[in-house]
Structure formats: C-alpha cells, structure tokens
C-alpha cells in the first residue's frame, strides 16, 4: 500500500526553525515528484515546493529562501527545512507524491505547525 | 503567477442534483489541470487529472472537461459522500497554484 506518513509539527516562535518529516512506504521517493502543500487554518490549499525525480527543486515566493525541501534515499524520506518561519506560516502541512507529473495522490494526513510566541 | 479562480465558492445542492463547478485559468494551461475533493479535517483526494482522466477508483460520476482557460468538475447525480471542498490545481508552471474552492453543501 502507498501511504505517507508525516511529522514534526509543532508550535514554533516567530524566527524559529523546524524540519518537517514525511516517510514513504510502497513506493520509492526519488523515482518521483513529490510537493509539500500546506493549508492554513479555514483557508485553501497552497502549493510550498516540490522535488523532482531527478533532483530538481522548486519554491513558492512566500517561502523561497526560508524553506528547503529535500529526501534521503536511504531513508525514503522527504523533508521540509523551516527556517525564519513566520506567523503566516501556521498551517497544516502536507507531503503528496506527484503521479507521473504535478498531479498528486496519495497526500500524507498532515502535520500543524502553529508559529506563535 | 496562473490565478485559479472558482466558481462558486459554496454551493447547496440535493442528493440526485447535477452540479458543475468553474474553474478559470489567468491565462492557457492546456489541459494540465487536476480536481481534488477533501472532507473536514482530511486531506486531499484526488479526482481527475490532465482536466478529464478519471483517477482509478473514483466514481464514474464525476467528470472533468476543458482546456486552454476554461475547466468543469461536474458531478451527474450528488450523492451523501460528495459533499466536501473541491479544489482545482493547474500543473502548466511553476509555481503550482490552487483555486480557492468549492464547498457543495446539503440544501
């Protein structure tokens, strides 16, 4: 079964830094895209970054910069690197695994991060 | 940045009604468009994707049509598990972008 499971959530005070956890199983990370997207508390979904098969990486404005996303083959694990994070960072964040393009199933149940002081 | 834009926002409706829900690009994606619909304190699930391919396992009643701008959920007859957020998200460039979302709730 193809399942996600993500962790490191959290509350975290303005300026902090967290690193998010999302572990694979019935598939392989890297032979795929994979995003976070992350949906804040009433609101929609918005794509945060997405890492290529092949490496590539790729950043919304509001976290280029602060964010790192990356994986660990030998852990078939991706991450989410927050530093400098921000009030309007408090959402539900979630790690989904691209089906042969952008388009994503199945997305992990999500972890909060709450920044607040 | 593509703007998504949704229309409506909420919608109530009856089971057994047909529903169709807009979904308007800034500008042409082609057909590189996927819906996903989520329920309360749940994740996203997709639907469809490249604007009318039916995910496997997904009810034969929802359908997506479309292309360049212009984008359709439509589900043929609502049924109690349908009601939920839908969300369109165009895959054209990065970065990906979402709609803002269709509540269908019971009327």
Same mark, same amino acid.
């Given at each position: 079964?193809?399942?996600?499971?993500?962790?490191? *959530?959290? +509350?975290?005070?303005?300026? !902090?830094? +967290?690193? +998010?956890?999302?572990?694979?199983?019935? @598939?392989? &990370?890297?032979?795929?895209?994979?995003?976070?997207?992350?949906?804040?508390? !009433?609101?929609?979904?918005?794509?945060?970054?997405?890492?290529?098969? *092949? !490496?590539?990486?790729?950043?919304?404005?509001?976290?280029?910069?602060? @964010?790192?996303?990356?994986?660990?083959?030998?852990?078939?694990?991706?991450?989410? =690197?927050?530093?400098? &994070?921000?009030?309007?960072?408090?959402?539900?964040?979630? $790690?989904?695994?691209?089906?042969?393009?952008?388009?994503? %199933?199945?997305?992990?149940?999500?972890?909060?991060?709450?920044?607040? #002081? | %940045?593509?703007?998504?834009?949704?229309?409506?926002?909420?919608? #109530?409706? /009856?089971?057994?009604?047909? &529903?169709?829900?807009? $979904?308007?690009?800034?500008?042409?994606? /082609?057909?590189?468009?996927?819906?996903? =619909?989520?329920?309360?304190?749940?994740?996203?699930?997709?639907?469809?994707?490249?604007?009318? #391919?039916?995910?496997?396992?997904?009810?034969?009643?929802? #359908? *997506?049509?479309?292309?360049?701008?212009? @984008?359709?959920?439509?589900? /043929?007859? +609502? =049924?109690? %598990?349908? @009601?939920?957020?839908?969300?369109?998200?165009?895959?054209?460039?990065?970065?990906?972008?979402?709609?803002?979302?269709?509540?269908?709730?019971?009327?």
């Amino acid at each position: 079964e193809v399942q996600l499971v993500e962790s490191g *959530g959290g +509350l975290i005070q303005p300026g !902090g830094s +967290l690193r +998010l956890s999302c572990a694979a199983s019935g @598939f392989i &990370v890297n032979t795929n895209y994979m995003s976070w997207v992350r949906q804040a508390p !009433g609101k929609g979904l918005e794509w945060v970054s997405v890492i290529q098969s *092949g !490496g590539s990486t790729y950043y919304a404005d509001s976290v280029k910069g602060r @964010f790192t996303i990356s994986r660990d083959d030998s852990k078939n694990t991706l991450y989410l =690197q927050m530093n400098s &994070v921000r009030a309007e960072d408090t959402a539900v964040y979630y $790690c989904a695994r691209g089906k042969a393009d952008n388009w994503y %199933d199945p997305w992990g149940q999500g972890t909060l991060v709450t920044v607040s #002081s | %940045d593509i703007q998504m834009t949704q229309s409506p926002s909420t919608l #109530s409706a /009856s089971v057994g009604d047909r &529903v169709t829900i807009t $979904c308007r690009a800034s500008q042409s994606i /082609s057909s590189w468009l996927a819906w996903y =619909q989520q329920k309360p304190g749940k994740a996203p699930k997709l639907l469809v994707y490249k604007a009318s #391919s039916l995910e496997n396992g997904v009810p034969s009643r929802f #359908s *997506g049509s479309g292309s360049g701008t212009e @984008f359709t959920l439509t589900i /043929s007859s +609502l =049924q109690p %598990d349908d @009601f939920a957020t839908y969300y369109c998200q165009q895959y054209h460039t990065y970065p990906l972008t979402f709609g803002g979302g269709t509540t269908v709730e019971i009327k």
